[in-house]
């Protein structure tokens, strides 16, 4: 299917348009939001098409697979391919909220059009060596975006998020060759069909290690993941929440198409080490959000702690944990992305996201308010809102596989969730203001968006039944690798 | 041959896992650098080595004749290089930028509070 190509043509294409557009802010503005809603069209073509028609194909220039490079879309990667649409969407439409000139004038709006390309192709390619390119073209955009500003906080948070990243992109890349050595290709789906033959536990176990060594870095697993709370709070509001939404669930989205498509025979110690490593995210994140003061950062280590979840699920390998872990992915980005707007008002508003500096805005801002509750009580897991519902899935599904330690934690979890997220309200929304007031509007902007993603997440509540529906089927077709070799070998060009 | 490729990878690795370790910057990046060089080189040696056969179809015949040097290895390598060459320029004067704010190359000092 030849429209695979456009959630990837379609912000090239953008950021090339913007580059040659006047430099000024509100054609820049117009054409970077056209292009997002553009890709969010296509990838719900893309979406209903692999909905209806199973997995869908394409081989670029004609190459059939194993040798050329293939694009790959089942249900996962095409529900994920919809939320690069939407955070998309979200991260360009507050830019009518004002962006720092000098990042405008430096080329923010294309940056950001390449970084939702790099999330794109690594969710849709079928080939790994190609993933590695797609990390690097996210990575290279996230890194400018993250040190265009020249303040010592964010050009230190720079360094360590670039330094990270490229130790992690050589152990990938080491992990790539050894592979290729071991194997004779790169092809996700021909990997899938030869490894069985050919793998020894040795190798087995090495590679698997680096693997989840890379992805662990990337999708910021417990002890890998101190660089994400020492770099996610300093960019702006608008590029944290595509941060935030989309880059930590990349990440995830490999370990899940590496475990599931190759090393689902690995050695039973191997995914008790991922079991353990996710369990300890868990508890180190949320232990940590509930000793931080500041909005961002209590949101850097929500995010750290419940990515937790997700791979917690993941390890399992049984279909319904898989699929809860999908369903959590998903409410998570949307989430996620909300409360980093959400960050983004209170910094118009009071100048800081420290907590000491905010407060009374329940009173003040009662829309904002009654909007912000959207995420922040879908985050904690109040019922019957996104966040709830994913968790017990999640619950289902470990209870389901017998892994009833792994349940009881994410219960405690989640309580202690409820908590940072509760104490979080109450001291930026309703507790009497110290002695701040608001200096600025929240910005239409930034209402809307906020409004659209609560909306969106009130719509999973709602539609939680086929939405879970959809994410069972996902689940079932990563565990029925047969159905992807075949989709991609014995389609032809 | 396949010995001195592995030795040189494995020589590269340590040396720049060493210089990532100390506390300058410039030394870091040098690091990042040897480290990225020395993954080249495994891919290349992992791939296989094959001397003197150029996959290239000789006159006459219709398929390629075994034994002869797997063209993807050095294909991978080549992307590798150039995406490697641009991050460490790229980091380059993120160093750069770091050393003119904070003042000083010493890594232990970036990221005080």
């Known amino acids: ?493 | 041959m396949e010995v001195v490729l592995a030795v040189a990878s494995g020589v590269l690795y340590a040396a720049g896992i060493y210089l990532m370790l100390r506390r300058r910057l410039a030394q870091l990046i040098i690091g990042l650098g040897l480290l990225s060089n020395g993954t080249n080189l495994l891919i290349f040696t992992a791939g296989g080595l094959t001397r003197a056969r150029p996959p290239v179809v000789p006159d006459g015949a219709t398929t390629l004749v075994e034994p002869y040097a797997d063209p993807v290895p050095q294909a991978l390598v080549l992307t590798a290089i150039v995406i490697g060459f641009g991050l460490l320029a790229f980091s380059l004067v993120l160093a750069h930028r770091v050393h003119a704010t904070v003042g000083t190359d010493d890594v232990d000092d970036v990221g005080r509070e």
Do not use: C
């Open chain 1, 1 to 493: 299917m030849r429209l695979l190509v456009l959630p990837i043509l379609v912000p090239l294409g953008t950021a090339a348009v913007l580059l040659l557009a006047p430099k000024r802010p509100v054609p820049q503005r117009w054409i970077s939001l056209m292009g997002s809603v553009l890709l969010l069209a296509s990838a719900l073509v893309v979406f209903l098409r692999v909905n209806t028609a199973g997995i869908q194909v394409l081989h670029i220039s004609g190459w059939p697979a194993p040798f050329g490079i293939t694009l790959v879309a089942d249900l996962l990667a095409a529900i994920l391919v919809v939320a690069v649409g939407v955070v998309g969407t979200a991260v360009t439409a507050v830019a009518f909220a004002g962006v720092d000139p000098r990042r405008e004038s430096f080329g923010h709006h294309p940056l950001v059009q390449i970084l939702l390309m790099g999330v794109a192709g690594a969710f849709l390619t079928g080939d790994l060596f190609n993933l590695y390119v797609w990390f690097e073209v996210m990575l290279v955009a996230s890194f400018v975006l993250m040190a265009l500003h020249r303040t010592r906080a964010q050009v230190e948070a720079a360094f360590k998020y670039v330094t990270i990243n490229l130790i992690a992109s050589s152990i990938f890349l080491t992990a790539l060759g050894l592979l290729y050595g071991a194997t004779g290709t790169l092809n996700m789906a021909d990997l899938a069909r030869v490894w069985p033959t050919i793998s020894t536990p040795g190798v087995d176990t090495v590679l698997a290690a680096l693997f989840l060594i890379v992805f662990s870095i990337k999708a910021g697993l417990f002890p890998l993941f101190f660089w994400l709370p020492a770099s996610y709070h300093t960019p702006p509001a608008a590029i944290g929440a595509a941060f935030a939404g989309l880059l930590t669930k990349v990440g995830v989205y490999a370990l899940i198409r590496v475990l599931t498509l190759l090393f689902h025979s690995a050695p039973p110690a191997l995914y008790a080490l991922l079991l353990a490593m996710s369990a300890a995210t868990m508890v180190v994140g949320l232990v940590a959000a509930l000793n931080e003061r500041d909005f961002r950062r209590v949101l850097s280590f929500n995010l750290v702690g419940h990515i937790g979840y997700t791979t917690a699920s993941l390890s399992l390998l049984t279909p319904a944990a898989l699929a809860g872990a999908i369903f959590y992915v998903l409410h998570h980005i949307v989430v996620i992305t909300n409360l980093y707007l959400v960050s983004g008002v209170l910094l118009r508003l009071r100048r800081t996201t420290d907590m000491a500096g905010l407060g009374g805005l329940y009173r003040d801002q009662p829309v904002f308010a009654a909007l912000a509750m959207v995420p922040i009580f879908s985050l904690a897991g109040v019922p019957p809102l996104s966040g709830f519902l994913g968790k017990l899935a999640i619950l289902e599904g470990t209870f389901a596989a017998g892994a009833y330690w792994v349940g009881g934690l994410v219960l405690v979890v989640g309580l202690l969730t409820l908590l940072s997220m509760a104490s979080t309200w109450a001291d930026s929304f309703w507790s009497p203001a110290a002695n701040a007031q608001d200096l600025a509007t929240p910005g239409t902007a930034f209402l809307a968006t906020i409004a659209a993603l609560s909306l969106l997440t009130v719509a999973m509540t709602i539609g939680a039944e086929p939405i879970f529906d959809l994410t069972m089927r996902g689940a079932q077709q990563l565990l029925h690798r047969d159905e992807y070799v075949r989709a991609v070998l014995e389609s032809r060009p």
